[in-house]
């Protein structure tokens, strides 16, 4: 009898978790569809070029214009809009291709002519996308290495092509902010284009970080329309785009880490003449396509997806200081990151950035960051402030920190960490006026797991 009520009791429990399981599934698998189809139905639809409108698409790589732009210049063109696009590399560091082409291990030679194959097939793109060579500019800075310039501020040489320098202009960080604001002022575009500082590619968010302050200086300086405003396009983040492929019957979704982080996002939906010759344009950048083809018919889809300059992370109330920063007033938040979105943040949640908080007085800057989970002690956090006065002259300091440890130099610089939070107060003398921009990124034995693209603080 004992034995039989256990039996049963067992089988009541083994119910109940089955029923538990069961609803857990259903219930997540029904959040995450409603989470797509959701997010599909309430984007905003971003209007379609008038014969009026002058968008400037500016694009770290040749392939980039396409992938997130094509349909976009395809449809301004065909109602007669003038479309420019604006290269800041030729594309001409990368590897793979430069192998394929030179069928060797590359030489500076092979670098240099690569980038001459992707300006040609750059420029026969842009024909299929109703542009003409005039339209279309190339700065010629160095591929692979917008990140380096960005964050050290100093002359660089390409380790692929051995340049250090395009007509004249040498690969320095002021040098090519001061190029994108002069082909901004040429133009006078009604808005301007470029890739997301969230964008997994170093190079996307160096040059979200130009762009932004090529447009302030061209708006503080009274040659530019106020009302232009800067839009993002997206590239590469974590596995987005799914399902990877050639699928022009569906709908591209943004990255949903994104979405969640509370970016505000905006589809364009394509004519299928704007479709076609996007597909077309694809074509053209053969190079790309020997080694990602996969990965650049994921693009081909219904819509292209844009991220609004309104977005602003969501307002949180104040957070006083955690650790050991001590701040006379109190820090808020200027960032919050998108997170558990690719193997590298996964598998690592002390590195990966959640959310940053920063606050600033008389003695310096202060930063709390938050990140998903505890972080270990082989996590290192990256902090980068660059101050541009009106002039466009740079104040730059820079320092990385080790996590669980308390550090308080004699210079002012004092950091710490506990649990999920990192905590730094870095002193930095910025004058009325300058314009500042904080990057963090986070490392894990020296290899880059996390960052938060260039923000732009408040004055
Ligand atoms: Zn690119």
């Known amino acids: 009898m004992r034995s039989r009520f256990k039996k049963l009791l067992g089988l009541s429990a083994l119910c109940l978790c089955s029923y538990f399981a069961v609803t857990t599934l259903l219930f997540t698998m029904q959040a995450k569809r409603s989470a797509l189809t959701q997010t599909m139905d309430d984007l905003p639809i971003l ?261 609004l300059p309104e977005a602003e992370p969501p307002k949180l109330p104040a957070l006083n200081s955690v650790i050991d920063g001590n701040p006379d007033e109190p820090v808020r938040l200027v960032h919050q990151d998108p997170s558990d979105d690719d193997a590298a943040r996964r598998l690592q949640p002390g590195a990966d950035i959640c959310e940053v908080y920063a606050g600033r007085d008389k003695r310096g800057f202060y930063i709390s960051v938050k990140a998903r989970g505890d972080m270990g002690p082989q996590c290192q956090m990256r902090v980068d402030l660059i101050a541009f006065d009106a002039r466009g002259n740079e104040t730059r300091t820079t320092h990385t920190f080790s996590a669980l440890q308390t550090v308080r130099r004699k210079n002012g610089v004092r950091a710490a960490s506990r649990g999920q939070w990192f905590e730094a107060r870095i002193p930095i003398s910025t004058k009325p006026g300058q314009a500042l921009y904080l990057q963090l990124s986070s490392q894990i034995v020296g290899v880059k797991v996390d960052q938060s693209g260039f923000v732009r603080l408040p004055d």
């Open 47 to 307: 209007p379609a070029p008038k014969a009026s409108s002058r968008p400037l698409i500016i694009a770290p790589h040749p392939d980039d214009e396409t992938l997130g732009c094509g349909g976009l210049l395809a449809m301004a063109t065909s109602v007669g809009a003038d479309a420019r696009i604006l290269f800041l590399t030729d594309g001409d560091g990368y590897s793979a291709p430069a192998m394929f082409l030179a069928g060797q291990p590359p030489s500076p030679e092979d670098y240099r002519e690569l980038g001459q194959v992707r300006r040609r097939e750059a420029q026969a793109a842009a024909r299929e996308l109703g542009l003409q060579s005039s339209q279309v500019r190339f700065l010629g800075m160095p591929d692979r290495g917008l990140m380096a310039m960005a964050q050290s501020g100093k002359e660089y040489v390409s380790p692929y092509t051995q340049l250090d320098q395009y007509a004249g202009r040498p690969y320095r960080l002021g040098a090519m902010i001061e190029a994108v604001a002069a082909v901004i002022v040429d133009y006078g575009p009604t808005e301007v284009y470029t890739t997301h500082p969230l964008d997994d590619h170093a190079d996307h968010v160096a040059a979200a970080f130009v762009v932004e302050e090529a447009m302030r200086r061209v708006k503080s300086r009274g040659l530019l329309d106020q009302e232009c405003r800067m839009i993002y396009y997206i590239v590469h983040r974590g596995d987005w785009p799914q399902p990877m492929g050639h699928h022009p019957e569906l709908s591209l979704l943004p990255p949903k880490a994104m979405v969640d982080a509370g970016y505000q996002w905006a589809k364009l939906p394509l004519t299928p003449e704007a479709l076609a010759a996007k597909e077309a344009a694809l074509k053209r950048h053969q190079s790309q396509r020997t080694v990602s083809g996969k990965f650049l018919n994921s693009f081909v889809r219904r819509n292209e997806l844009f991220v």
